[in-house]
């Protein structure tokens, strides 16, 4: 079975400041792990994920991830926060047995940037 | 590549009526296709797995007949809420994998809101 948790409901940070957006896993096989972010009513862009190849994941938008396994984490980060960076995120995990595998989604983080 | 769109993004219905979405894929063949419910403030929930030319398989507490899923050819899923009710009000979104990614990366419609009066 598989399953996220995402710490923190909500995030506030100022401009210019570092995004740190938790996430924990859990799975019986080594995951493939993603982070979305989703604008008010719109559907999930996709930001960065994880394909047990570099376990430092670079995405979009200057989002990074980094893939612990001893800690069973992919803690998104970003060094400045940007206005625009304002949203939902997402961390979802699926595993690695190949085919149209299920996707499961942790419960999301709000991110707020105060100016 | 790996676009997915969705019809209508935004429908509003009478009690008791059926509301049709379309989820496409534009620029690939998706023989699996994935749809979600978002409530507000909280994550998506799946709700069924469309597979095309076989009968949809779906998640428990799912009321299939509630929740008709069609996935008529290689491009096009539909889910079809049938007699709607208020508590069926919710932003509804589907997914797709190509098959190239090699990773399950999903590439998610822009999602449907359905507010039933």
């Known amino acids: 079975a598989q399953s996220v948790t995402q710490l923190g409901s909500h995030v506030s940070v100022s401009e210019g400041a570092l995004v740190l957006l938790r996430c924990n896993y859990s799975?019986?096989?080594?995951?493939?792990l993603f982070w979305y972010v989703q604008y008010p009513n719109q559907g999930l862009q996709l930001l960065l994920k994880?394909?047990?190849?570099?376990?430092l994941v670079k995405g979009i938008n200057g989002f990074e991830a980094e893939f612990k396994k001893s800690e069973t984490s992919f803690h998104l980060t970003k060094p400045s926060a940007h206005m625009s960076d304002a949203a939902e995120y997402f961390c979802?995990?699926?595993?690695?047995?190949?085919?149209?595998?299920?996707?499961?989604f942790g419960i999301g983080t709000k991110l707020q940037v105060i100016p | 590549g790996a676009v997915v769109s969705q019809h209508p993004s935004r429908v509003i219905c009478k009690s008791g009526t059926s509301v049709k979405i379309e989820c496409r894929s534009l620029?690939?063949?998706?023989?699996?296709m994935f749809w979600y419910r978002q409530f507000p403030k909280k994550s998506l929930m799946l709700m069924a797995t469309?597979?095309?030319?076989?009968?949809?398989?779906?998640e428990q507490g799912v009321e299939k007949d509630k929740f008709l899923i069609n996935h008529a050819s290689l491009t096009l899923s539909t889910l079809t809420v049938t007699s709607a009710h208020p508590e069926d009000s919710s932003f509804y979104i589907c997914?797709?994998?190509?098959?190239?990614?090699?990773?399950?990366?999903?590439?998610f419609g822009p999602g449907t809101r359905l507010t039933v009066l």
């Open positions: 620029d690939f063949q998706a023989t699996t």
């Open positions: 799975s019986s096989v080594p995951p493939y």
């Open positions: 979802a995990v699926s595993d690695g047995s190949g085919g149209y595998q299920k996707v499961t």
């Open positions: 469309s597979n095309e030319g076989s009968k949809a398989t779906y």
């Open positions: 997914s797709a994998n190509p098959g190239t990614s090699g990773s399950n990366e999903q590439f």
């Open positions: 994880y394909t047990s190849a570099a376990t």
